[in-house]
């Protein structure tokens, strides 16, 4: 049973031990040291939580829109996008004041706790792009960036939402994500037509035009598909940019200059073997 359960972590890419090569909190950049990838993660997390609450707070005092925030997916993702940068940012500088960075918090923690970790990491590469690709294509008007406020609010959680995105993906040393990762983070995707659902049963409206059936329910039907094609290429394409990344750190990482410094490009094997658990001696 124990192996069944170590072969089923190291599936969805968590491997025994934990992160072994410290990709989760480190860079490929040597400008991007633990502590300063840390700090601007930091950053990162205090930007969002800014963004999530003065939004809010203008919603629910001048706008009368607040019990509909979270009815969102844009809402939702960008609290998941934030959360994360909490999280990461407070275990790379935990990492960066180790004695001599030998491990990092998460690498003790229950495994269950570290799987929701790697999801999560999953969940925000992803949902940021899709996010800011279905606004701008369906729903964006001549009004979205009208005013300060509308013109700051979307291009926080419309725009750099998807750099924010971009910058995990390219400067940091997180390895590929498992092809098992397709699966679990598109079904949060599938469960927000819930939500969308009971919003328009509850408050009368649809939160996204493109989810009213009207007289044409194949055109929903249609725009589900679509994002859900849409979803599996953002995955794969993310995947892509991550193992070519991790490619090009590798060759780096052969260099004298890279040699010693903490994030070794042994990651992208260890995910590799994760994708297929057979292999792996670690299991």
């Not at 950049?29 to 609450?53: E, H, Q």
């Not at 408050?203 to 044409?216: E, N, R």
């Amino acid at each position: 049973m124990r192996k069944k359960l170590s072969v089923f972590y190291a599936s969805f890419g968590v491997p025994a031990p934990f992160d072994p090569s410290f990709a989760l909190v480190t860079s490929p950049l040597p400008s991007l040291p633990p502590l300063v990838l840390g700090a601007v993660r930091g950053l990162l997390a205090l930007y969002t939580l800014i963004t999530a609450v003065v939004i809010l707070g203008l919603d629910s005092a001048v706008y009368d829109s607040g019990p509909s925030y979270l009815s969102y997916f844009t809402s939702l993702s960008y609290i998941g996008l934030c959360a994360y940068f909490w999280a990461s940012s407070v275990q790379t500088i935990a990492f960066a004041h180790t004695e001599r960075r030998i491990c990092y918090p998460l690498q003790r923690w229950p495994r269950p706790l570290q799987l929701m970790h790697v999801l999560l990491y999953t969940s925000i590469v992803v949902y940021p792009i899709i996010v800011t690709i279905v606004f701008w294509a369906l729903l964006s008007s001549p009004q979205t960036l009208m005013g300060t406020y509308n013109a700051w609010a979307n291009i926080s959680r419309h725009i750099l939402n998807s750099a924010f995105a971009v910058f995990e993906i390219t400067c940091t040393n997180v390895p590929p994500l498992p092809w098992s990762h397709i699966g679990p983070v598109f079904i949060v995707i599938a469960l927000y037509l819930g939500v969308a659902y009971i919003t328009r049963a509850t408050q009368g409206f649809y939160t996204y035009s493109f989810l009213d059936p009207g007289s044409h329910p194949g055109r929903v039907a249609a725009y589900i598909f679509g994002i859900a094609v849409g979803y599996c290429i953002v995955f794969a394409v993310v995947k892509g940019i991550i193992t070519l990344r991790c490619r090009l750190a590798r060759r780096r990482w052969e260099s004298k200059e890279d040699a010693g410094r903490p994030g070794a490009p042994e990651a992208l094997d260890e995910w590799e073997e994760v994708d297929h658990p057979h292999r792996s001696s670690r299991v």
